[in-house]
Every structure is written in C-alpha cells, then in structure tokens.
C-alpha cells in the first residue's frame, strides 16, 4: 500500500518571504515523488518530480523540493513567495519497485500568500 | 496537444437518472485515472487503465460507477442510478508509460445531482 501525508492544511505566506509546504509519503518499494498545483476550476498542473540522484529538485516557477529518504519526506519549497503562488498544492507518490503505475496523493494544502 | 478533454465541463442532474462524463486522453499516453474531488474527501482515486486493461477499480464507490475504456483514445464513466452524494468534480488523467511521468490532468466535470 501506498499512502501521502500533507500535515498542513493551510499554509499562509507574506509576500517576499520563503516559503514550505510539507508531504511525507510511504511505499513498499522506492518512490518517485511529484507536485501539482491546482488553480480555482482548473485540473492539477505538474510543478516538479524527484526520481532518482539529487535530493534537491528544481522545478516550474521557482519552486524546488527536498527528497530525504530518512525521513520519507518530499517538502517543497520557494525562497521567495508571490502573491500567484496561492493555490491549492498536492504531493502524490508513485512506487517504481511494484509497475503497478498507481498514482496517490495527499489531501492537498492550501497555499495562501499575503502582499 | 490539446492536453486531456473532458466533457461535459458542467453536468446537472436529478437523483436516479443515468450520468456518462467522457474523457479524451493525450494521444501516446499508455496510463488514464479517473479521480473524484470534494471538499469533504479530497482527491480519489476510483479507477485506473494500462493499455485500455482496468488495473485497479478498487476505488470505485459501488456498483453504481461503471468505467470504460473501449480504445487508446477515449473513456467514459457512468454512474446510473445517480445520487446527491455523487455530487463532486470528476477529473480525468493520463501520463505515459514509465512510472516516473507526471500525470496531465483534464479540467475536470463539475457534477450535480439533485
């Protein structure tokens, strides 16, 4: 079984200063990790995936996440938030050890930055 | 590409009547999942394909909710009879084949039922 946990249901931001949103993840085998950001009536957009090497990923709009196995953790990150940034953001797992293709995700956490 | 079609983007219906939302995935793409919305549960996953071939329907809700996909290039899934419960966002997806591609998700049926 495959499961994503998002803590935070909400996470609020100033605009300029950095920003977390936090997902741990569990899965019998090794993950691939992503992030999605999903806008009012609008379906999920890919940010950024972790597959293999790195631990730092680097994606679209200046985000980037941290892979640390230990802790089974993908948090993402921005050093500087944008008011557009506010969305609705999702970490989902993927287990590359069972080719069973599942696609899970978290419950999602609402993103809200303050000019 | 026009990216992954759903339609209709809007369904209102009365309770016990038949619904079919419809989906066109990216063309190429081996992997489409039909995922439901709400408030109250989030994003879940009710069924997924791998070359047209149902892998996973565990989380179909019930008997009610049928899903198809007859060729590479479109999906329906039916619910019948309806019920105001089922009243959520339904999104389609689809991504290729190896597991490391993201998913590219439709923008969604909104769904009704009175």
């Known amino acids: 079984a495959q499961s994503v946990a998002q803590p935070e249901d909400q996470v609020n931001v100033a605009e300029g200063n950095p920003l977390t949103v936090k997902c741990t993840y569990s899965v019998s085998g090794n993950p691939y990790l992503f992030w999605y950001v999903q806008y009012p009536n609008r379906g999920l957009q890919f940010l950024l995936k972790y597959i293999t090497g790195d631990n730092l990923v680097k994606g679209s709009y200046g985000f980037e996440a941290e892979f640390n196995k230990s802790q089974t953790s993908f948090h993402l990150k921005k050093p500087s938030a944008l008011v557009s940034d506010s969305a609705l953001y999702f970490c989902?797992?993927?287990?590359?050890?069972?080719?069973?293709?599942?696609?899970?995700f978290g419950d999602g956490t609402t993103l809200t930055v303050k000019p | 590409d026009a990216g992954v079609i759903q339609s209709p983007r809007h369904e209102v219906t009365e309770m016990g009547q038949e619904v079919t939302l419809r989906c066109k995935p990216i063309s190429g793409h081996d992997y489409l999942f039909w995922y439901r919305q709400t408030m109250m549960r989030g994003l879940e996953l009710l069924i997924y394909f791998n070359n047209n071939v149902p892998i996973d329907d565990s989380g179909m809700p019930e008997d009610r909710f049928s899903a198809k996909m007859p060729n590479a290039s479109f999906s329906t899934l039916k619910i019948q009879p309806s019920e105001p419960r089922d009243s959520a966002v339904y999104f389609c997806?689809?991504?290729?084949?190896?597991?490391?591609?993201?998913?590219?998700f439709g923008n969604g049926t909104r769904l009704t039922v009175t």
């Open positions: 989902a797992v993927r287990d590359r050890d069972t080719n069973a293709g599942k696609s899970t």
């Open positions: 997806a689809s991504s290729l084949g190896p597991l490391n591609s993201p998913l590219h």
